[in-house]
């Protein structure tokens, strides 16, 4: 028999970003391709992994100096580092195989929810900062609400805050702190998770610094710092089918998120209002608020939470490289092998379009929503609330730029589809528009495709 060996070994190379200077980033990450080309060996991109850095600071812009009472629990991602990710685009070999279109973030996490294994959620889940969002009480009586499916809409969303999910109650966010949120803060020892870790930095794990005392106009309360992992494959699915390639050339731009999210507390340190809640760059605010505890000082103060990619050190943070990097594996062939292997390069790539569109209270909308895709596979429909008011109280920021809620990495059952209907090349999807609650849509109807998911062809 032939014991031939297709690959003799497989070895792993990178490529700095060409945007960043210092760490400092202004909304895109850049990658050159063309270094894998120099290789002169088979890359291969579905295993590839990008690292940022990433920021996350709370400070203090009020007029006055304040005490507090916060650990480094207080703050962290939302659930993912691909939240980080708002769109990208890749070329390769001259050919645009994924376009730039936006909420990227978004399309990442209903594939994770609809395609990852438990397997892949245990083995990738703490390195990809992904951990489910969920509502968990221990039930200790028929009337205790133990789920997102029977909690009160008051419980969920706040006249002050907007749509809000209990940090207390979420084990999703305690389980991406205290992977994430180590600290060499030695005050207060007893709240680290993990104990003290002075060498956080050095080992890639997240980096925390956090004040219990007074702090001073300007300073930070809290600063975080890591580095984001998102695998390449999770956010386009045409690198995810993509084979091993020899004199591989092309470039990645990934357009990222940042968001400000300023609020102003009272004297018992509770959050009693948001003055603006916005996207830096990008749609998605990509961090998360500690809700369990007050802590935010003494006297009325105002606050600024921002989490952007970044890489200058603040507070004492750092993170093991300031730039951002992608790795890429590439395998060795042996001689003959290489020379029998063929370099020719078709690439069928699937293409995304993003429609966004606003619906008034007991309105409609009638649109197209998939210029010029030929087969359309699949329709995913994400909904937030924009704007809404609960009697006379002030305006709740949208879900996606809010740091109190988990959207857009997640969803409630607070949504309901009437009269939808999908036409096709003039053929509708349905027998009769649809009525529906928007996670059985989603979880079912969209997960069936076109015909039910008989002709997978088609």
């Known amino acids: 028999p032939d014991k031939t060996v297709l690959f003799q070994s497989k070895k792993w190379t990178y490529i700095n970003d060409n945007s960043s200077n210092g760490g400092v980033f202004t909304g895109q990450l850049q990658f050159n391709l063309n270094t894998l080309a120099n290789l002169n060996q088979w890359s291969d991109l579905s295993q590839a992994l990008i690292q940022f850095p990433v920021q996350l600071r709370i400070t203090n812009t ?3 100096a304040t005490t507090t009472s916060i650990n480094q629990m207080m703050a962290t991602i939302k659930n993912g580092f691909h939240q980080f990710v708002d769109s990208a685009q890749i070329t390769i070999g001259g050919t645009t195989i994924q376009s730039a279109q936006i909420y990227l973030n978004t399309d990442t996490t209903f594939k994770i929810l609809t395609e990852w294994s438990l397997s892949e959620l245990h083995n990738w889940g703490p390195s990809l900062g992904i951990s489910l969002d969920d509502y968990q009480l221990a039930p200790d009586g028929t009337s205790t609400y133990t789920s997102l499916d029977n909690l009160p809409l008051a419980t969920s969303v706040s006249a002050v805050t907007g749509f809000t999910l209990p ?24 709240t680290t998770l993990n104990g003290i870790i002075n060498n956080a930095p050095l080992l890639g794990k997240g980096s925390v610094n956090y004040t219990q005392g007074a702090v001073a106009v300007g300073n930070d309360v809290l600063t975080l710092m890591t580095l984001a992992t998102v695998r390449l494959k999770d956010i386009s699915d045409c690198c995810a089918k993509l ?34 809640a916005t996207a830096l760059y990008g749609h998605t605010h990509p961090g998360m608020l500690g809700t369990t505890g007050t802590g935010f000082g003494t006297t009325a103060s105002t606050w600024q939470f921002t989490a ?33 292997l063929t370099q020719t390069k078709s690439i069928r790539y699937l293409e995304r379009f993003v429609t966004s569109f606003y619906i008034d209270r007991l309105q409609s909308f009638s649109g ?64 009769s528009p649809l009525q529906m609650d928007w996670e059985s849509f989603q979880t079912e109807v969209v997960q069936m495709g076109l015909d039910g998911g008989l002709n997978p062809e088609q």
Not at 245 to 269: D, E, H, Q
Not at 322 to 338: E, F, I, L, N
């Open 62 to 64: 009020g007029a006055a």
């Open 167 to 190: 940090t207390a109650s979420n084990p999703g966010f305690k389980t991406r702190a205290q992977f994430i949120n180590n600290t060499s803060n030695t005050k207060d020892a007893t």
């Open 243 to 276: 084979p091993p390639l020899k004199n591989l050339k092309g470039f990645i731009y990934l357009n990222y998120n940042s968001g400000r999210y300023v609020f102003t507390t009272g004297a018992s340190g509770a959050i009693n209002g948001v003055t603006a």
């Open 308 to 340: 952007d990619v970044c890489g200058t050190a603040t507070n004492g943070c750092t993170v093991p490289f300031v730039s951002a990097r992608c790795y890429v594996p590439y395998y060795v062939a042996s001689a003959d092998v290489d020379r029998a």
């Open 368 to 431: 197209t929503i998939s210029p010029g895709i030929v087969n359309p596979k699949r329709v995913t429909h994400s909904d937030a609330d924009r704007r809404c008011r609960q009697r006379s109280n002030s305006w709740l920021s949208a879900p996606e730029v809010s740091v109190t809620t988990h959207e857009p990495s997640g969803t409630g059952p607070f949504a309901a589809l009437t009269g939808l209907q999908i036409i096709v090349g003039g053929v509708p999807m349905f027998q």
